[in-house]
């Protein structure tokens, strides 16, 4: 059986089929060759994978992304970023990086960052003199960000996945790690700024200036805090907090910044709908895919494995990240959280390594996957969107991602990067 299922998976990637039908292919192979198992246990462990209610979270948390959007919220806070920090040396690097933490406060996603934001300021570095390749390179680097600072639909598949850990120990974790990924692409931004000599583009705003776009950023820049501060005084869930995204959103968009009309709310909800049918069906086939390797004993012969190589929590950590990385490298995050975490959490948690460290290490290498060629999906749409060479951008991006390396290895190295905040709040 586990023959036949991984032949069929990765026949399935390599000519080219959509990674979801993949899975549910390599489980119904798998089923078939076993000769005991119903046939009607595929489609059970389908729909068991989606029958679940924190799962609202997702599609209600892209919703509210694409509303922000609508509502222009995103140009205010580029604005906002390039009045605070566009008049300094790399200034319009430094504002690729700063979007990039307040929009991944709205949307969850990379993939929205790389296509939203960064993608408009990538423009903007182009105008202004930045190397096209540096500017593409560092939008997509950037991106990751979407995926570790709070809310963060990876985390939420991950504490799905898991068992051990909660969707907000998770978010709170994410913090951190987040921040600092922002704080050492800006020092790196800085250096590649000052060796090629990019000129200043913005001239310095006053404290009036300043004040005004912050006051119209207000309302985007107090999403996040809002469903942080709920979720954590108890006032509503996870995923009542995504459902109050939404109505902050349309209500933001409808009556503050005003650009966003009724006639425009259908159109955006398919919209959301179609990205949202894309990930639960992923989830749906992973969690058959997921059982089969249970039903296997996959896991239990990896662990033994790894046991073998090493008792070590700090080394098991590291071949986590690797083994997560490379998964990464072929698998689009999503599948590849839903296939990794049954295997690698319970044999690094098991020596005695946090939990909400491992998610972190699992979450944030398997999102670096996402910058490195052949799927690099990051890199796909950057490369799309400013028409560039993608062999050239993969060159590009290596500086950036030995960068963000740097985290996965902090974080192994010093637990209390990820573990901190969620301990400070009892999760």
């Known amino acids: 059986m586990v023959g036949v299922l991984l032949i069929t998976f990765i026949i399935g990637l390599i000519i080219g089929l959509p990674v979801a039908i993949v899975m549910g292919l390599a489980t119904l192979a798998a089923i078939i060759s076993d000769g005991n198992i119903p046939w009607e246990v595929l489609p059970q462990r389908v729909f068991s994978g989606i029958d679940s209610f924190p799962l609202l979270t997702i599609p209600f948390f892209i919703l509210a992304a694409d509303l922000m959007s609508g509502g222009k919220l995103t140009d205010l806070l580029i604005k906002l970023s390039n009045d605070l920090i566009g008049n300094i040396k790399g200034g319009l690097g430094h504002v690729n990086v700063l979007i990039s933490v307040f929009f ?13 934001p960064s993608a408009v300021v990538m423009r903007m570095m182009r105008q202004a003199g930045y190397d096209k ?11 990751v960000i979407g995926m570790i600072i709070p809310p963060s639909i990876l985390m939420i598949i991950y504490a799905l996945t898991s068992g051990n850990t909660s969707v907000m120990g998770l978010f709170l974790a994410g913090i951190i790690p987040g921040l600092l990924i922002a704080l050492l692409l800006m020092i790196y931004n800085h250096y590649i700024s000052i060796k090629n000599d990019y000129q200043v583009e913005t001239k310095k705003r006053n404290l009036k200036e300043l004040l005004k776009s912050l006051l119209e950023a ?9 469903l942080l501060g709920g979720i954590l005084s108890g006032i509503f869930t996870p995923t009542e907090a995504a459902a109050v995204a939404v109505g902050y959103a349309i209500l933001v ?3 503050v910044t005003k650009a966003l009309r009724i006639k425009d709310i259908p159109k955006i909800f398919i919209q959301s709908s179609i990205v949202t049918s894309s990930i639960l069906l992923i989830i749906a086939m992973g969690a058959a895919f997921s059982w089969i390797l249970t039903y296997t004993q996959v896991p239990q012969m990896i662990a033994e494995w790894l046991l073998e190589l090493t008792d070590n929590p700090i080394l098991i950590l590291f071949l986590v990240a690797l083994f997560a990385l490379v998964t990464g490298m072929f698998v689009d995050t999503i599948p590849a959280l839903i296939i990794l975490v049954p295997i690698l959490s319970p044999v690094a948690s098991q020596l005695g390594n946090d939990p909400i460290q491992v998610a972190m290490v699992i979450i944030l290498s398997v999102g670096l996957g996402m910058l490195t060629p052949p799927v690099a999906p990051l890199l796909f749409v950057i490369s799309s969107i400013g028409r560039l060479k993608l062999e050239k951008l993969s060159l590009a991006i290596l500086p950036l991602f030995l960068v963000e390396l740097i985290v996965v290895v902090l974080i192994i190295l010093v637990p209390e990067i990820s573990t901190f905040i969620p301990n400070f709040f009892k999760y």
């Open 104 to 116: 991944a406060g709205i949307s969850g996603s990379a993939l929205a960052d790389a296509a939203g």
């Open 133 to 143: 390749y540096y500017s593409g390179a560092l939008s997509a680097a950037t991106s």
């Open 253 to 255: 968009g409808l009556f």
């Open 218 to 226: 207000t309302p985007a820049l107090l999403m996040p805090i809002i």
